[in-house]
């Protein structure tokens, strides 16, 4: 397991914006793919976004598209969300994942390393 730490949640209004990190402790870990997903208490995890090694492939669960926006900074060993038009129904704590062996990227089963989670709050 490859320690990695998420930064940047807090509270934000309706409407508002913020951006989330998240860095692998090991800068030679270069896993085929990151992503971010998210739970509230009494859910399941559910997919937020995730992006190849590459960058070239991103991917958004619905209710984001749009608004949440997917990078990866290999070099710094990153991955990274831009959330912008925040809502309430987007508070919950968001988990970055990495994946080292492929496979459907928006399911949980494809990650075999996670960070500890950060808690974004939206309300008024």
């Known amino acids: 397991q490859v320690p990695m730490v998420e930064s940047g949640g807090g509270w934000v209004q309706p409407g508002g914006s913020l951006r989330l990190s998240c860095a692998a402790s090991?800068?030679?870990?270069?896993?085929?793919?990151k992503a971010w997903f998210r739970q509230v208490p009494g859910k399941e995890r559910e997919f937020v976004a995730a992006?190849?090694?590459?960058?070239?492939?991103?991917y958004y669960s619905p209710s984001v598209k749009g608004r949440f926006t997917i990078s990866r900074d290999n070099a710094k060993n990153t991955v990274s969300l831009q959330m912008t038009s925040l809502k309430p129904e987007d508070t919950a704590v968001y988990y970055c994942?990495?994946?080292?062996?492929?496979?459907?990227?928006?399911?949980?089963?494809?990650?075999?390393?996670w960070g500890q989670g950060t808690q974004v709050t939206v309300s008024a």
């Open positions: 090991e800068r030679t870990f270069n896993p085929y793919g």
């Open positions: 992006i190849t090694r590459s960058g070239n492939s991103t």
């Open positions: 994942a990495a994946s080292t062996n492929g496979g459907d990227l928006r399911s949980p089963r494809a990650y075999d390393h």
